[in-house]
């Protein structure tokens, strides 16, 4: 198989950037600094994480279950591991995670066993990922650190921003967009 096809394959693995991409990309640029250690959870094809490095100077390391994202983010010049969400990383070891998840509610009997609709599929309620990754990423953040969680209104927002209270964060809604199936916000979450 030559580069080209092996890419053009590769491709219809991984979410590619769009809309919901580009949010998360810009207000993260807005809000990390230089000396902020930021983890990007489910980098697809480390879009996020790229813009991220190369506008702030951060250093940003990400993480994706895909191994065809890992390997796209890794030809982007991103620091990518193969992991389910934060699982590999150490306790306080970073600033800020980003995570844009699967979010599109999928009934269980229509979901596909490919990489796209993992990337997709968030579950009956549009929440399964997004539940315990609330669960656990309190544990890698150093003190003082927060998360950019890309939700849609598909999803509920007002029940992940329940969800992350009994997590133990406070939630801040830092930009809306509207799209006419769905309206997508940018919420800052600290503990």
Partial sequence: MTDLAEQRGM????????????????????????????????????????????ETGASVVATDLNP?????ARDRGVEALRADLVSPISDDAVDVVLFNPPYLPTEEAKEWN??????????????????????????????GGYVLLLVSSLTGVEEVVETAAESGFSAVALHDESYPFESLTVLKLVQ
């Avoid at 990754?133 to 003190?143: H, I, S, Y």
Wanted: net charge negative.
């Fill in 114 to 143: 490919d990489w796209m609709e993992v990337a997709l599929s968030g579950g009956e309620t549009g929440r399964e990922v997004i539940d315990p990754f609330l669960d656990v990423v309190g544990r890698v953040l150093a003190p």
């Fill in 11 to 54: 491709e219809t693995e991984i979410y590619q950037p769009a809309e919901d991409s580009h949010l998360l990309a810009t207000v993260a640029a807005e809000e990390i600094s230089t000396d902020e250690r930021v983890l990007e959870v489910g980098t697809g094809s480390g879009y996020v994480a790229e813009h991220i490095a190369e």
């Fill in 68 to 72: 065809h994202a890992c390997r796209a």
